[in-house]
């Protein structure tokens, strides 16, 4: 599961940066309709990428116990 939170987080950071930088070299023309639903995808993708791989990172970095009556994290 981890893996996979890792590889989604990192494909969802690679289309955010696609959908905001392709404007640069395709002379203005948006992906989408328009250049603020562009920008608009790309933010979210963007963060909701980072935050999966900071998510990873800190499972691996730091385990946080669970409760006393359970049997560890669920996964």
Request: hydrophobic share 50%.
């Amino acid at each position: 599961m981890r893996l996979m939170r890792l590889v989604l987080g990192w494909v969802m950071i690679a289309l955010g940066a696609y959908v905001a930088v392709h404007p640069l070299w395709s002379h203005g023309r948006p992906v989408t309709t328009s250049i603020w639903l562009d920008m608009a995808f790309a933010a979210v993708f963007l963060l909701r990428g980072y935050m999966n791989v900071r998510g990873v990172r800190r499972a691996r970095i730091d385990p946080r116990p669970g409760p006393p009556d359970s049997a560890g994290p669920v996964n």
